[in-house]
Protein backbone atom coordinates (compact mmCIF):
# COMPACT_ATOMS: atom_id res chain seq x y z
CA UNK A 1 0.00 0.00 0.00
CA UNK A 2 1.63 3.30 -0.92
CA UNK A 3 2.64 5.42 2.37
CA UNK A 4 -0.25 8.24 1.46
CA UNK A 5 -3.09 5.64 1.86
CA UNK A 6 -0.85 4.02 4.79
CA UNK A 7 -1.24 7.35 6.31
CA UNK A 8 -5.52 7.54 5.11
CA UNK A 9 -5.84 4.58 6.84
CA UNK A 10 -4.79 5.57 10.15
CA UNK A 11 -6.19 9.23 9.64
CA UNK A 12 -9.87 7.82 8.76
CA UNK A 13 -10.65 6.24 11.77
CA UNK A 14 -9.29 8.48 14.22
CA UNK A 15 -11.74 10.94 12.47
CA UNK A 16 -14.62 8.89 13.05
CA UNK A 17 -13.12 8.14 16.42
CA UNK A 18 -13.39 11.56 17.23
CA UNK A 19 -17.22 12.42 15.66
CA UNK A 20 -18.37 9.19 17.37
CA UNK A 21 -17.38 10.72 20.88
CA UNK A 22 -19.30 13.60 20.12
CA UNK A 23 -22.34 11.35 19.91
CA UNK A 24 -23.93 12.17 23.57
CA UNK A 25 -26.05 9.19 23.15
CA UNK A 26 -22.58 7.21 22.05
CA UNK A 27 -19.84 6.00 23.94
CA UNK A 28 -16.77 5.12 21.53
CA UNK A 29 -13.99 2.92 22.19
CA UNK A 30 -10.38 4.58 22.44
CA UNK A 31 -8.34 4.23 19.04
CA UNK A 32 -5.59 2.58 21.42
CA UNK A 33 -7.49 0.38 22.39
CA UNK A 34 -9.74 -0.48 19.48
CA UNK A 35 -6.61 -0.24 17.10
CA UNK A 36 -4.80 -3.79 18.78
CA UNK A 37 -8.13 -5.54 16.96
CA UNK A 38 -6.78 -4.27 13.87
CA UNK A 39 -7.06 -6.91 11.29
CA UNK A 40 -8.76 -8.04 8.05
CA UNK A 41 -11.38 -9.90 9.48
CA UNK A 42 -11.99 -9.17 13.64
CA UNK A 43 -13.60 -11.80 15.64
CA UNK A 44 -16.48 -9.58 16.93
CA UNK A 45 -16.80 -11.67 19.57
CA UNK A 46 -13.47 -11.45 20.72
CA UNK A 47 -13.82 -8.14 20.21
CA UNK A 48 -17.16 -7.43 22.25
CA UNK A 49 -15.80 -9.21 25.17
CA UNK A 50 -12.31 -7.27 25.61
CA UNK A 51 -13.83 -4.13 24.97
CA UNK A 52 -17.41 -4.31 26.15
CA UNK A 53 -18.86 -3.22 23.11
CA UNK A 54 -22.30 -3.73 21.72
CA UNK A 55 -21.41 -2.71 18.11
CA UNK A 56 -18.05 -2.93 15.88
CA UNK A 57 -17.44 -0.45 12.37
CA UNK A 58 -15.03 -2.20 10.95
CA UNK A 59 -13.75 -0.76 7.53
CA UNK A 60 -11.18 -1.51 4.58
CA UNK A 61 -9.41 0.59 2.13
CA UNK A 62 -8.40 -0.72 -1.33
CA UNK A 63 -6.49 0.69 -4.52
CA UNK A 64 -7.55 -0.95 -7.57
CA UNK A 65 -6.71 1.27 -10.68
CA UNK A 66 -6.29 4.37 -10.10
CA UNK A 67 -9.34 4.37 -7.86
CA UNK A 68 -9.85 3.83 -3.85
CA UNK A 69 -12.86 1.52 -2.58
CA UNK A 70 -13.28 1.85 1.26
CA UNK A 71 -15.77 -0.79 2.16
CA UNK A 72 -18.10 -0.42 5.71
CA UNK A 73 -19.53 -2.66 7.93
CA UNK A 74 -21.29 -1.79 11.32
CA UNK A 75 -21.88 -5.28 13.56
CA UNK A 76 -24.53 -6.07 16.39
CA UNK A 77 -22.13 -8.29 18.67
CA UNK A 78 -25.05 -9.59 20.36
CA UNK A 79 -26.60 -10.76 17.62
CA UNK A 80 -23.83 -11.14 15.18
CA UNK A 81 -25.74 -9.47 12.72
CA UNK A 82 -24.16 -7.04 10.14
CA UNK A 83 -26.91 -4.08 10.48
CA UNK A 84 -25.36 -2.19 7.47
CA UNK A 85 -23.04 -1.85 5.35
CA UNK A 86 -21.74 0.17 2.23
CA UNK A 87 -19.02 0.40 -0.28
CA UNK A 88 -17.59 4.29 -1.36
CA UNK A 89 -15.73 4.90 -4.06
CA UNK A 90 -13.23 7.57 -5.11
CA UNK A 91 -10.65 8.22 -7.31
CA UNK A 92 -7.03 8.47 -5.57
CA UNK A 93 -6.49 12.55 -6.66
CA UNK A 94 -9.49 13.10 -4.19
CA UNK A 95 -8.12 11.79 -1.05
CA UNK A 96 -8.60 15.23 0.52
CA UNK A 97 -12.30 14.92 0.27
CA UNK A 98 -12.46 11.33 1.04
CA UNK A 99 -11.51 11.54 4.33
CA UNK A 100 -14.75 14.05 5.07
CA UNK A 101 -17.18 11.82 3.32
CA UNK A 102 -16.24 8.80 4.66
CA UNK A 103 -16.78 10.22 8.43
CA UNK A 104 -20.35 12.01 7.37
CA UNK A 105 -21.46 9.79 5.54
CA UNK A 106 -20.65 7.06 9.15
CA UNK A 107 -21.48 9.82 11.33
CA UNK A 108 -25.17 10.15 9.49
CA UNK A 109 -25.74 7.13 9.22
CA UNK A 110 -24.86 5.42 12.54
CA UNK A 111 -27.19 7.65 14.16
CA UNK A 112 -30.03 6.44 12.03
CA UNK A 113 -29.00 2.73 12.41
CA UNK A 114 -27.48 2.29 16.26
CA UNK A 115 -31.11 3.65 17.75
CA UNK A 116 -33.00 2.01 15.08
CA UNK A 117 -31.73 -1.50 15.98
CA UNK A 118 -31.83 -0.29 19.81
CA UNK A 119 -35.64 0.05 19.68
CA UNK A 120 -36.25 -3.40 17.68
CA UNK A 121 -34.33 -5.10 20.18
CA UNK A 122 -36.65 -3.33 22.98
CA UNK A 123 -39.28 -4.35 21.19
CA UNK A 124 -38.24 -7.94 20.69
CA UNK A 125 -37.41 -8.04 24.54
CA UNK A 126 -40.75 -6.93 25.83
CA UNK A 127 -41.95 -4.72 27.87
CA UNK A 128 -41.22 -6.16 31.00
CA UNK A 129 -37.57 -6.07 29.87
CA UNK A 130 -37.49 -2.23 29.72
CA UNK A 131 -36.28 -0.29 32.55
CA UNK A 132 -35.69 3.71 33.22
Request: hydrophobic share 50%; aromatic share 6%; proline share 4%.
Amino acid sequence: MPPELTVLADAIPHEIIQALSRMRWLAAIARGSSFRFRQREPDCSLVATALGARYILSGEIEMRGAGLFITLALVDTGTDEVLWGNQLIAALDGIDDLQHRIVSHLISTLDMYIPLNEAQAAMQRGSEALDA
